[in-house]
């Protein structure tokens, strides 16, 4: 009986990660580009797992990956895959053929909501105080905006993030990407593989 128990759990738990995987959106990403607070970094990769994303690119060029809390960082971290760059030639390749937007308030920038989030796209997030930095905004075919309607102008980093892959989500949602895997039967499998490893 206390097998057959153990069976049992390991079956749910088999079956709740492959769910999981179901639906994650391999082709919707973020970059953290030099950020440097350890709770916002930890709060951008729990909204990237609760949204499905697959990775997060970490791009650290002139700040120092912050030292996360395992206690706050961990599971979400265990979920999402991280890439580290060093060069925007590097982070560029891994973006190949992906819509690049940035988050911005210059001119040229647009309410996110005009952008088509189901096409396969990468958000470059920049730092707290300075904003996505000059050499990445020559990667972004796009500059996006939240809209917002009080006194403060900007969100917290981490709190941008969670919005906009939000309206990704429900673009996705409403086209019909969390229905079906975004993985062919193998790479799925595969990926079932190592998650039962974690």
């Known amino acids: 009986m206390p097998t057959q128990t153990v069976r049992e759990r390991t079956d749910r738990r088999r079956e709740r990660l492959r769910q999981v995987l179901a639906q994650r959106q391999p082709d919707l990403t973020l970059v953290l580009a030099n950020i440097h607070d350890p709770h916002n970094v930890s709060a951008i990769f729990r909204s990237a797992d609760a949204f499905g994303l697959e990775r997060v690119h ?5 700040t120092a990956f912050p030292a996360l809390s395992r206690k706050t960082s961990a599971s979400a971290r265990k979920w999402v895959e991280s890439v580290r760059h060093t060069s925007k030639e590097e982070l560029s390749q891994a973006l190949q053929g992906m819509q690049i937007l940035v988050t911005s308030c210059s001119p040229h920038s647009r309410a996110m909501g005009n952008f088509d989030f189901t096409q396969p796209t990468a958000l470059i997030m920049g730092n707290e105080h300075s904003g996505v930095a000059s050499e990445l905004l020559d990667l972004a075919h796009g500059e996006l905006y939240i809209p917002m309607y009080g006194m403060i102008q900007s969100f917290n980093v981490s ?3 969670a919005i906009i892959l939000a309206e990704a989500a429900r673009q996705r949602q409403a086209a019909g990407f969390y229905d079906h895997p975004r993985y062919s039967e193998e790479e799925l499998n595969a990926h079932l593989t190592s998650w039962l490893e974690k």
Request: proline share 0%.
């Open 58 to 62: 970490l791009y650290y060029t002139d």
């Open 159 to 161: 709190v941008a993030a």
